[in-house]
Nanobody, 124 residues
């Protein structure tokens, strides 16, 4: 069983930056493939970024490519999301998620573990 806890959310203005963290416990972190999702007000949850076990492979939604960077530190059992040049449309609750499977990538429904989320309101 895996427990995931997000942190680092908070109010930020348009054009600003924020760094989110996702701390994992309960099993070997390096076995997990990880992802970030978000859910804006009145919207469905959507994919944001993916990172593989080693951290060498990443994938981003077109809406955040070039602005967001996902990384991980397996020695600290932590995944990060660096968010730059934030826009009002980035306003959402951000969730980290994980799975341990053979596939290179996974859809939202294939992730096994989820955090409770952290709020990122982007003003104006």
């Amino acid at each position: 069983q895996v427990q995931l806890v997000e942190s680092g959310g908070g109010l930020v203005q348009t054009g600003g930056s924020l760094r989110l963290s996702c701390a994992a416990s309960g099993r070997t972190f390096s076995r997990l493939k990880m992802g970030w999702f978000r859910q804006g007000p009145g919207k469905e949850r959507e994919f944001v970024a993916f990172i593989n076990r080693s951290g060498a492979g990443t994938y981003y939604a077109d809406s955040v490519k070039g602005r967001f960077t996902v990384s991980r530190d397996n020695a600290k059992n932590t995944m990060y999301l660096q968010m730059n040049s934030l826009k009002p449309e980035d306003t959402a609750v951000y969730y980290c998620a994980a799975f341990d499977g053979a596939r290179d990538y996974a859809t939202e429904g294939e992730y096994d573990y989820w955090g409770k989320g952290t709020q990122v309101p982007v003003s104006s």
